[in-house]
């Protein structure tokens, strides 16, 4: 056969999902019976037959290739990897097309499937129709593969669609729980029209515009501009552009024709912006129409992000309606270059900034306008009579106003009534643009009864551009009128026909908004509107009642997004302050909105209230616990898990001990709450944490307004910040390698990054483009720098040279060579005219920039110049050394000035402040150290990274610093702040491991530092240190006698400590790798370690001798644990299995299989009933060890988990886990009972005897929680 013939439907399915294949083979068959179908799947290979070759035979010859999408489908590592990338690349090629039918509901977007012809939508999978309907649709999914194969594109959606019911764990986050429904799907028999979210329905009376809407179609369809602009500029009111005149409707009009539809078969998305839009909300809303499931948008530049990506290849359409800023719309301007946008708005230039192409929206004609008003008057256009022409030219030809006017006479009004009525409004409005719609907006509500006027007037306590629930009128009006909810449907229903409001979707009683110019004149007419903000809010009924006990706005219910987003606000404008106060210090409050809204708008919450309470030091305080915090409590799918890392934040604050008291009165039982200080808790230095980076941060720099920063990653991304929120604006693509360097021009219009790409990259910051790149550098980039005017760059490499760059052209202007070594730093004098350069072959070099010539080398005296800097005078440099010192030199005479002493590794990064009086530096030692230059003194070390700090940069006030670590993170200092007083000892590097002794009094721990320390568990003093490991200790366990502690070490040994004496008592060898895990036998006797090196092994304690050997596993050993009886012990192993041995036979008694990834920890219930194993996938799993079966998956971690433990009374089980999250079990259901998030991975946990207390010990240290129970029953 020709191998370039493809003439058959290739089926892709699970062998999970075969009875679905059977089914659709059945409606298949009279196609292939009569020849016009081709279809082979894997049960037509026959017996004997190798499987892939027939595979590899077929796939070639697919013309269509079929995927049955499922759960199962996804998991398979053999379809994703083998047999659809084939089908997607002959796809791509134009050889193939792929159709794809959803069995069951599943996640496909991450998959990239989405963009390809879905047979229905992924959120309608066939599973979740009655049998007849499953039926049916197999039907037309037969006729639509005929169609397919055939050439003929078939009915059906091109993008997944959100689900519609979708099933959530208890407790989840209620923004995984809203969906979108999308408002109309119209498919033609030709070509798929595109799905349609969120337009709304055409307004009564649209008023066809043909001219316009031609125009406007024309540009989107076959013009080239991605974006096209509505402004609706007319010459009465100048560049403003004007309301009312049309441009919403004829942007629905425009959804609505069938060859735009047809022209965007990704989809058309509708979003009304305003003026204060919900820019996230937005973006999650669109992401779940694009069928994601359960999105995470922490900010609007990470929504952005998410969307660019599923965007990059649609061909859909976006329509912005009334965007009021630049920034708004640079937000959701994420379309890939087969989309289109379309933006209304007053502002043209709104449209210039985001590159749009401007098409004006004029007034309707006389006979428009004329025809417009016997529409919405209901009177034959042919029967108006005189005065309608004049009505007409008094609105002036704005639709709105016509809409209006032609209300009244439809409510009875006579026409000369109507007219003499706005020529009086002529005088009041005189010639102002919004005139003719005020005046009608008058006579309208003026024409309302007496009770209708005032419940109309009431409308106006709600903010302009909000979408307002009907609920939430229902309660307003019921507090102010006693209305029913069916009166208050009917009035709202009356107000709509007048057209004095807009009703989101009468049927499905969605809610209201209103034009924005509708608004205004409502405040026109009610400029104090304090009581009924009042009204509304005592409508809350046991929220509001502050004589009641429980009286909190926390009480609000979960599912009154209106009343979380606006409260705040109305308790403003009602006069409330106080109450807003209460409401910013209630802890509870503040954690249930950050759960349902995100942490800035409680910290936009905090600021309100501090406008009315700016003296009020705890309200103070809060506010920067909760900046300091924001990065731990936000994203969390459990609201306890907000609450209890809330409380965990707040415990021990002096100032805030009412407020910690309040929260824990209203926890829900049980709960984690800490019994030491949290060795995490920040310095007051700082201000917030920043995270998104996926890598180490090598770099930032900080703009000359001080307003935003930029970062450069091991991500290979730039990313830019909003100093203030802490909301990543931007991130820069387009490193192939990782971003070592980055500089922000004088300007402030560009950045400059390095790469270990060997490229410089200048990028517009404002658009994110890529401007120049800049090739020379025969290895990495390593550093980069703009000089003071912006007109050239200077970047040094590993190739041990330093080049100069014109920034215009992109020339390489000048080669510096000189180093023996790779350049490491390199910085500009203030005045341009000198270039210092640091390098591995511990020398500065200064050269002149002019000429190249190396004015002077300054020897670093057997250690690596890993920075430098000068002074803003050009006097004095500094630089960072791998000594961990940091120099400053005299420029002039090459002498070395001072030394600055204090770390105690490799200093990586170090800064200048522009007054030149005191010097940044950061350190492998993972602290940022601030020196008074002239005294050499430390003035302030700066804690709180769990990497090493590989930068930092100082504010042009010098009032901040920030820094970037291998944690991932930036975190930004305020310089003035002292440093918080420690009062705990600490290990000088991660803590590892944990156990307690049994009568609970003491806690040992072990270290990367090499030693174990003994802790007093009650004061958190630290009683004795043991050393002498030569290598990490990895574990620790002590006795049934508490009189020794074991401890392993990745020093391949063992050792058996005296805890009274400190003494090393024994150490044990013969592991070939490091020791990962140890365990005592409950009569003392006998060890059990495992090794790196793949075995455990048995150990007599008092004589150090080796008694068994324990091999089986083909993965290092990480975890170990011995049952109750001493008969036998558990073991885990990366090799993805645990095992269960004899311990006096060595014998392997049972293999447990089935994790998906490496164990990483192991425990034994109190009976030895069951299992538990904690994997590096995030589960854990409960076995019956007797059976091998596996109980009970426990699901939640991100991340590894590296401990776990069962309490002693067999009852609860507590894991740690490197997501940095803490999480507490019940042992016997699988149920989570409570968590929290500390701010570093957790490595150890361990329960304390006879108390409901645990040790979690980690990156950040050792902590000491409580598990607080119900009080026991009599």
């Known amino acids: 056969m020709n191998p370039d013939v493809r003439d058959l439907i290739y089926v892709s399915y699970s062998h999970q999902d075969k009875a679905w294949l059977e089914k659709l083979f059945i409606f298949l068959k009279p196609y292939q019976r009569k020849g016009r179908l081709a279809v082979w799947a894997d049960p037509y290979i026959q017996v004997g037959d190798l499987w892939r070759r027939e595979i590899d035979q077929a796939l070639p010859r697919a013309k269509v290739g079929l995927l049955l999408v499922s759960p199962h489908f996804l998991a398979s590592d053999f379809i994703m990897d083998q047999e659809v990338p084939p089908l997607e690349m002959a796809s791509e090629n134009g050889h193939a097309r792929l159709f794809c039918v959803p069995l069951s509901s599943s996640v496909v977007a991450p998959t990239g499937l989405d963009k390809y012809q879905w047979a229905r939508p992924p959120h309608e999978a066939l599973d979740l129709l009655p049998e007849p309907q499953q039926h049916a649709a197999l039907v037309t999914i037969a006729q639509q593969l005929v169609e397919v194969f055939h050439g003929v594109q078939p009915d059906g959606v091109s993008c997944a669609a959100p689900e519609s019911d979708v099933v959530i764990p208890p407790s989840p986050s209620p923004a995984a729980q809203r969906v979108v429904q999308p408002v109309a799907v119209s498919l033609g028999p030709q070509a798929a029209r595109a799905v349609i979210y969120g337009v709304p329905s055409q307004r009564p009376h649209f008023q066809d515009r043909p001219e316009e809407l031609n125009r406007l ?70 992401l779940k129409a694009l069928g994601d499931q359960a999105p995470v948008v922490s900010s609007a530049s990470q929504g952005k992000q998410q969307l660019q990506r599923y965007l990059a290849e649609k061909t859909c359409l976006l329509i912005l309606d009334d965007v009021w800023q630049t920034e708004h719309a640079v937000a959701l301007d994420v379309i890939g270059p087969k989309s289109r946008l379309l933006i209304t708005t007053r502002d043209a230039t709104i449209l210039t900034a985001v590159g749009a192409k401007e098409e004006s929206v004029g007034v309707l004609s006389e006979q428009a306008a004329v025809q417009l008003l016997a529409e919405w008057s209901g009177v034959d256009p042919t029967k108006l009579p005189p005065e309608a022409v004049q009505v007409a030219d008094s609105c002036q030809g704005v639709p709105l106003a016509l809409a209006l006017a032609g209300a009244q006479i439809h409510e009875g009004m006579d026409w000369a009534t109507l007219l003499l009525a706005l020529t009086e409004g002529d005088l009041e409005f005189l010639d102002h643009p919004y005139g003719s719609i005020f005046k009608s907006m008058k006579l309208s509500v003026q024409a309302l009864s007496e009770a209708d006027r005032g419940r109309y007037l009431e409308l106006v306590i709600f903010p302009e551009d909000a979408h307002v629930p009907d609920v939430v009128i229902e309660r307003l009006w019921h507090e102010t009128a006693g209305l029913t909810a069916a009166q208050s449907q009917k009035l709202l229903s009356r107000f709509a026909r007048k057209s004095l409001l807009l009703r989101k979707d009468e049927r499905s009683r969605f809610g209201i908004s209103f034009h924005d110019l509708q608004h205004d004149f409502l405040r026109l007419l009610t400029p104090d509107a304090a009581s009924v903000h009042r009204r509304l809010l005592e409508s809350y009924g046991p929220c509001a009642q502050r004589e009641t006990s429980d009286w909190s706005w926390s009480n609000l219910a979960e599912g009154d997004s209106y009343g979380w987003r606006y409260l705040a606000y109305h308790l403003i404008q009602g006069n409330r302050r106080s109450e807003l106060t209460m409401a910013a210090k209630d802890l509870r409050y503040l954690g249930k909105k950050i759960w349902l809204m995100g942490s800035n708008t409680v910290e936009g919450d905090i600021q309100f209230a501090l406008h009315g309470a700016e003296h009020d030091q705890a309200l103070q305080r809060l506010q920067r616990v909760l900046s300091q915090s924001a990065h731990l409590v936000t994203n969390q799918p459990y609201l306890e898990g907000v609450l209890t890392t809330l409380l965990s934040r707040v415990q021990g604050e002096p100032m805030l001990q009412g407020e910690s008291q309040q929260l824990e009165s209203s926890m829900h039982l049980p709960y984690v709450k800490a019994v030491w200080p949290i060795p995490d808790k920040p310095d007051p230095a700082l201000v917030r944490t920043l995270g998104g980076h996926g890598d180490w941060v090598r770099s930032c720099a900080i703009n000359v307004t001080g307003q935003w920063i930029v970062s450069g990653a091991d991500d290979q991304m730039i990313k830019v910040w909003d100093r203030h929120t802490g909301e990543c604006l931007r991130t820069l693509k387009g490193h192939s390698g990782e971003v070592r360097s980055c500089a922000i021009d004088p300007t402030g219009q560009w950045i400059v990054s390095g790469s270990s790409d060997g490229m410089v990259k200048i990028w ?190 100082i504010d042009p006030t010098g009032q901040w610093i920030v820094s970037g670590s291998g944690d991932q993170t930036l975190r930004i200092w305020d310089r003035r702040t002292g440093e918080y007083p420690r009062t705990l000892e600490s290990h000088g590097d991660w803590v590892t491991s944990c156990a307690i002794d049994p009568t609970g009094q003491w806690i040992v721990s072990g270290s990367g530092d090499q030693t174990l320390r003994i802790w007093d568990r009650r004061t958190g003093e630290c009683l004795r240190t043991l050393e002498g490991h030569s290598g990490p200790v990895t574990s620790c366990v002590i006795d049934p006698t508490g009189q020794w502690i074991v401890s392993g070490s990745g020093d391949q040994t063992l050792r058996v400590w005296d805890r009274r004496m400190g003494e090393c008592l024994r150490r044990l060898e013969g592991h070939d790798d490091g020791v990962r895990s140890c365990a005592i036998d409950p009569t003392g006797q006998w060890i059990v370690s495992g090794s790196g090196d793949q075995t455990l092994r048995i150990w007599d304690r008092r004589t150090g001798e080796c008694l068994r050997k324990l091999e089986g596993h083909d993965g290092g050993v990480r975890s170990c644990a011995i049952d109750p009886t001493g008969q036998w012990i558990v073991s885990g192993s990366s090799d993805q299995t645990l095992r269960i041995w004899d311990r006096r036979t060595g014998e392997c008694l049972r293999r447990l299989e089935g994790h998906d990834d490496g164990v990483r920890s192991c425990a034994i219930d109190p009976t030895g009933q069951w299992l538990v194993s904690g994997l590096g996938d995030g589960t854990l799993k409960v076995w019956d060890w007797r059976t091998g079966e596996c109980l009970r998956r426990l699901e939640g971690h991100s991340d590894g988990v590296w401990s776990c433990a069962i309490d002693p009374m067999g009852q609860w089980l507590v894991s740690g886990s490197a997501d940095r999250g803490i999480r507490v079990w019940d042992l016997a259901t699988g149920r989570l009972m409570s968590l929290l998030r500390v701010d570093g991975g957790i490595w150890g946990v361990a329960w304390v005897p006879h108390i409901n207390q645990f040790v979690a010990v980690g990156v950040r240290g050792i902590y000491v929680f409580e598990l607080v129970l119900p009080p026991r029953r009599s």
């Open 217 to 286: 179609k024309l540009s989107l369809v076959q013009g080239r501009h991605g974006a096209i602009g509505l402004t609706g500029e007319t010459t009465k009111i100048g560049v403003h552009g004007q309301g009312g005149i049309g441009k919403t409707v004829l942007a629905i009009a425009l959804t609505n024709d069938e060859e735009v539809q047809r022209a965007f078969p990704d989809g058309i998305y509708w979003f009304t912006l305003g003026q204060e839009p919900d820019l996230i909300a937005c973006q999650v809303e669109w």
């Open 764 to 953: 517009d910051l404002h658009t994110g483009d890529c401007l120049r790149t800049l090739k020379g550098h025969s290895a990495e980039v390593t550093s980069c720098a703009i000089d003071p005017t912006g007109q050239w760059i200077v970047s040094g490499s590993s190739d041990g040279t330093v080049k100069i760059w014109d920034h215009r052209t992109g020339r390489c202007l000048r080669r510096l060579e000189g180093h023996s070594d790779e350049v490491t730093s390199c910085a500009i004098d203030p005045t341009g005219q000198w270039i210092v350069s640091g390098s591995g072959d511990q020398t500065l070099r200064i050269w002149d920039r002019r000429t190249g010539e190396c004015l002077r080398t300054l020897e670093g005296r057997g250690t690596w110049i890993t920075s430098c800097a000068i002074d803003p005078t050009g006097q004095w440099i500094v630089s960072g050394s791998s000594d961990g010192t940091v120099k400053v030199w005299d420029r002039h005479t090459g002498e070395c000035l001072r030394t600055l002493k204090g770390h105690s590794d490799w200093v990586r990064n170090c800064v200048i402040d522009l007054t030149g009086h005191w010097i940044v530096s950061g350190a492998d030692d993972q602290t940022v150290k601030v020196w008074d230059r002239r005294t050499g003194e430390c003035q302030r070390t700066l804690e709180g990274h769990s990497g090493p700090v590989t930068s930092c940069v």
